[in-house]
């Protein structure tokens, strides 16, 4: 077994879509419109879903905006460098929500962001995480 996607509603596709790949570097890998149920479907991420996890973002096309909740959490990504991935996604327009730098209690390197929907994105710098094997 493998985890295939994590599925987000978003409020508007396109600029979801651009956020993504503008912003976090990811690739469209899929898009479908499903006029039937009024919902679009698009899948963003790094590589091909055979060899790699996505992100399914969902617009229903009558809502344009969500209440995120208290249990979602975040979506965790490996960076080289957790302090220049906070400066491009700046540079690219992107909110920084949690600068760079050693998490609360440990040394593990950290920062977040913010898609458009408000959705946390968390950076773990690589090298600074140790997995049991």
Known sequence: MRILHTMLRVGNLQRSIDFYQRVLGMR???QQDY???RFSLAFVGYGSENE???LELTHNWDTDKYELGNAYGHIALEVDDAYAACEQVRQAGGKVVREAG???HGTIVIAFVEDPDGYKIEFIQKGTIS???
């Open 28 to 30: 469209l890998l899929r």
């Open 35 to 37: 006029p039937d149920g």
């Open 52 to 54: 790699h996890s996505a």
């Open 102 to 104: 050693p998490m609360k």
């Open 131 to 133: 997995y049991p094997a």
